[in-house]
């Protein structure tokens, strides 16, 4: 049984700064990549950043730049750094543990997702 547990703040001011972090456990060989998406109201999930074992991160275009993602293989945790944080970022942030392998096989787990909220 894998888990992905995600914990951080959700409220913060425009311009501001917001960090969660995210740990996967559970009978885990390793994970691929782990990283997060987010889904805005009425439109579809898309990738905020990701990272692979080696440490190779990609960024989506529009958090270049303001978001930093970083990543402990050793703990299976991926910790995300949001700062100057825009009207348009607000969104259930979920992350991901992609390509895990497991006794059971390969398989993507998804955390439960945390709203993030920008007040102006």
């Known amino acids: 049984q894998v888990q992905v547990v995600e914990s951080g703040g959700c409220l913060v001011q425009a311009g501001g700064s917001l960090r969660l972090a995210c740990a996967a456990s559970?009978?885990?060989?390793?994970?691929?990549?782990m990283g997060w998406y987010r889904q805005a109201s009425g439109k579809q999930r898309e990738l905020v950043a990701d990272?692979?074992?080696?440490?190779?991160?990609d960024y989506a275009d529009a958090v270049k730049g303001r978001f930093t993602i970083s990543r402990d293989n050793a703990t299976n945790t991926v910790y995300r750094q949001m700062t100057s944080l825009k009207p348009e970022d607000p969104a259930v942030y979920y992350c991901?543990?992609?390509?895990?392998?497991?006794?059971?096989?390969?398989?993507?787990?998804w955390g439960q997702g945390t709203p993030v909220t920008v007040s102006s």
């Open positions: 991901s543990a992609l390509r895990v392998a497991t006794p059971t096989g390969v398989h993507d787990y």
């Open positions: 990272s692979n074992r080696a440490g190779r991160i």
């Open positions: 559970g009978s885990i060989f390793s994970s691929s990549r």
